[in-house]
């Protein structure tokens, strides 16, 4: 599904990413981990097309059509879903409001019809049931004076709504509380296909408990250097990533 070789990306100049390898089937949840300032979040929002970096060299591919000289919204069209680090608020605009716009733009931007007001309804009851959102928080102004659990509910509520083919959710767990973790873990889960793949980025083994990934990779210094699977994070969790970094010299 997607597959990133060799990228190097920068931003004013800086360069951040420096020759990392990727690839990511159908069907698999990818969790990737490492130190502040590796270039996690810079790895979601190349892949995600935010015009601020700038790719120097190297390729990313989902499902063999290379997309990274299209823009954030046709990225997003074939299906790429990036959560936020740092969600917009927009004042004036409900959570439905603005995933019905959403929605409707993206099948817009297919040939399609806006989708029913009735099927509408029925997939926002659906999935906020799926993901125990309640109804009031549906109408409140998108991210305004959300808390920080509540930004990453409706991370995951857009998510659900939007089915994409592949899910990068930078951080979703970080402020979440135990009963909050657990529930956008299990959304995820149900979620998950044959047909879509997710990759998480987080610094804790705990939100790996709830979502088994099938690989953990550890991302140092703009590149990849290490991959393993679950137990990789259990091993982190234990001692750090100074061994890591002690076996690269
Ligand atoms: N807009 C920017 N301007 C300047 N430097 C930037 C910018 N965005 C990112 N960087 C730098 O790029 C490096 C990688 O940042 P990135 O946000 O990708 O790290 P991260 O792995 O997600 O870290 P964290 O775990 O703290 O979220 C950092 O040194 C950061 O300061
Ligand atoms: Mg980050």
Redesign the pocket.
Known sequence: MLKIQNLHAA??E?S?LKGLNLEVKAGEVHAIM??????????ASVIAGKE?YEVTSGSIELDGEDISELAPEERAQAGVFLSF?YPVEIPGVTVTNFIKTAINESRKAQGLEEMPAKEMLQKIREKSELLEIDRKFLSRSLNEGFSGGEKKRNEIFQMAMLEPKLAIL??TDSGLDIDALRIVANGVNKLKSEDNAVIV?T?YQRLLDYIVPDYVHV?HDGKIVKTGDASLALELEAKGYDWIKNELV
Request: glycine fraction near 14%.
């Open positions: 931003i004013e800086k951040i490492g130190p502040n300032g590796a270039g996690k979040s810079t790895m601020e680090q930078d951080e980025i610094h991302l």
